[in-house]
Structures are given as structure tokens and as C-alpha cells.
């Protein structure tokens, strides 16, 4: 499986971006996506994550600013990031899964993208 991800770039604080990530290769074991990020000198952290029952997952700090959405005919989440603040910049991966646990910690993810930067300017 493959992930390529999309859709980083520079924005202002208050602004918005739509991050996309797509799956491809053999994904029909594929059952949750997840977007993970990681600021320089910081650990890969837990950002959302959705499976294709339609389940949700935020981490707190984004709830309510960001929603994460997918379209499991095409193997592709979304990642629709609102009010965005300097501490969002870093860089964002996406990551699929094939059974649904652990969806907010790495373990839960068998499969990573490249990751792609996203830079909030105060």
C-alpha cells in the first residue's frame, strides 16, 4: 500500500487548509486512515482519524477546528483544517490501518505516507 499525501503549504494564523491523502496498491484490507504530525523536535503526534464505519477521532487541541472525512470507495481521507494556529505548523502524515484498534497511537497504523508541511504564520 501506498499513501500520497497533499494539500500542505504557508497560510496565517486564522486561515485554512485541506490536506488530502490517497491509498493505493492492495487496499482492500484497509479499514481506518489517520493523519499524525510532527513538529521539529517533538515526538509523531496523534491529529484524527476516521474508519470506514464512519467513526471519528480528534485529538483535543483540534476538536472543533478540524474534520477529518474520507470516501472509502476511492481509499482517500481528507483532513479539512479551519482557525489554524502557529502551534498546528509541522509536518503532516498520513497512515492507514486494517483493523480498526489503537486509531490514536502509531501501533494502530500498518501503512504511512511521506508526510507533507504545514507552516501557520502568527
Known amino acids: 500500500v501506498q499513501l500520497q499525501a497533499s494539500g500542505g503549504g504557508l497560510v496565517q494564523a486564522g486561515g485554512s487548509l485541506r490536506l488530502s491523502c490517497a491509498a493505493s496498491g492492495s487496499t482492500d484490507n484497509i479499514y481506518h486512515m489517520g493523519w499524525f504530525r510532527q513538529a521539529p523536535g517533538k515526538e509523531r503526534d496523534f491529529v484524527a482519524a476516521?474508519?470506514?464505519?464512519?467513526?471519528?477521532y480528534y485529538r483535543g487541541s483540534v476538536e472543533g477546528r478540524f474534520t477529518i472525512s474520507g470516501d472509502n470507495t476511492k481509499n482517500t481521507v481528507y483532513l479539512q483544517m479551519s482557525s489554524l494556529k502557529p502551534e498546528d505548523t509541522a509536518v503532516y502524515h498520513c497512515a492507514a490501518g486494517d483493523n480498526g484498534r489503537w486509531v490514536r497511537y502509531a501501533r494502530g497504523y500498518d501503512y504511512w505516507g511521506q508526510g507533507t508541511q504545514v507552516t501557520v504564520s502568527s
Open positions: 476516521i474508519n470506514w464505519s464512519g467513526s471519528t
